[in-house]
């Protein structure tokens, strides 16, 4: 079966710190870049950070550029999403998500063809 399965969400305070993953299966994991997507209630999907299929190569959003990280491990197929420096407008379902364009910035669901069931990030003291 293909899928996306994310983990690592919760409740933390502002300025502390999550470490997301998400474990693919039934697909070439490697050869696909990838990427996270989050949601706050009310909005629609906000693109965070994408990296490509060798993990080389990333982008993030200006609003989280400096505290996320995104990476991969291709061995484990695995994506991780490294988040510092938390803030409350941080709080999201955060979901990792495969593109169908290479290293996609897209804020549109349409454009990714993949995505896991997500994981919530609260942000608040």
């Known amino acids: 079966e293909v899928q996306l399965v994310e983990s690592g969400g919760g409740l933390v305070q502002p300025g502390g710190s999550l470490r997301l993953s998400c474990a693919a299966s039934?697909?070439?994991?490697?050869?696909?870049?990838m990427s996270w997507v989050r949601q706050a209630p009310g909005k629609g999907p906000e693109w965070v950070s994408v990296?490509?299929?060798?993990?080389?190569?990333?982008n993030c959003a200006d609003s989280v550029k400096g505290r996320f990280t995104i990476s991969r491990d291709n061995a484990k197929n695995t994506l991780y999403l490294q988040m510092d420096s938390l803030k409350p407008e941080d709080t999201a379902v955060y979901y990792c998500?495969?593109?169908?364009?290479?290293?996609?910035?897209?804020?549109?669901?349409?454009?990714?063809?993949?995505r896991g069931q997500g994981t919530q990030v609260t942000v608040s003291s």
């Open positions: 039934g697909f070439t994991f490697g050869s696909y870049d």
């Open positions: 990296i490509n299929s060798g993990g080389g190569r990333t």
């Open positions: 998500a495969r593109a169908k364009s290479r290293m996609s910035a897209r804020n549109e669901w349409s454009e990714y063809d993949l």
